[in-house]
């Protein structure tokens, strides 16, 4: 299999993510028979699975939002045409760039001001739910595109279908 630099960069998080969660399966398989067959388990396996399902899934999440593959209410969509789908999608846009900084900034102070350490091998939570803080900035960044694109979008003549 082949990756082009091209694509490796503008999927990262998806990519990033495979290997959170490849390395999830591996921990958790290894830890199952080492459990069943040897009759031991490594203290750390439960900490670093959890961890990496965490980075996964908001990864994944990030992907799926840059690609507009999350479930949304699309009716306003189907429903409107011309300046009032133009008007709905740069609202939208407006109120998506202002929720996932929002959350970004929320996430950051949750995130910096989390003292818990994991119980087995004594390292921060922070390692863990900086995951939180790196999702919500790439949406934000991924929303003020959108945001700009609605806007031009905006005071084109054509008809627009969604902004992509």
């Known amino acids: 299999m082949h990756i082009n630099k091209k694509d490796l960069l503008s999927n990262f998080e998806l990519y990033l993510g495979g290997l ?3 390395v999830t399966v591996v921990i958790v398989i290894m830890n199952v028979f080492t459990r069943y067959f ?22 994944g999440a990030t992907g799926a939002f840059k690609k507009k593959n999350l479930m949304g209410v699309d009716i306003l969509m189907q429903v409107t045409k011309g300046v009032s789908r133009k008007i709905f999608v740069l ?11 929002w959350m970004g900034i929320t996430s950051y102070g949750y995130v910096s001001s989390s003292t818990k350490i994991t119980a087995a091998l004594e390292i921060s939570y922070q390692f863990i739910t900086v995951s939180i803080v790196i999702a919500f900035a790439l ?13 031009k979008a905006f005071f084109v003549k054509e008809e627009i279908s969604e902004v992509k």
């Not at 040897?38 to 990864?59: D, K, Q, S």
């Not at 609202?91 to 900084?101: A, P, Y």
């Not at 949406?139 to 806007?151: C, Q, R, W």
């Open 20 to 22: 959170f969660i490849t």
């Open 91 to 101: 609202i939208n846009s407006i109120v998506m760039s202002i929720i996932t900084i």
């Open 139 to 151: 949406m934000s960044i991924y929303s003020l595109i959108t945001l700009f694109k609605s806007i």
């Open 38 to 59: 040897l009759h031991f388990t490594f203290f750390w396996t439960e900490e670093i699975a959890v961890g990496c399902f965490v980075w996964t899934i908001f990864l």
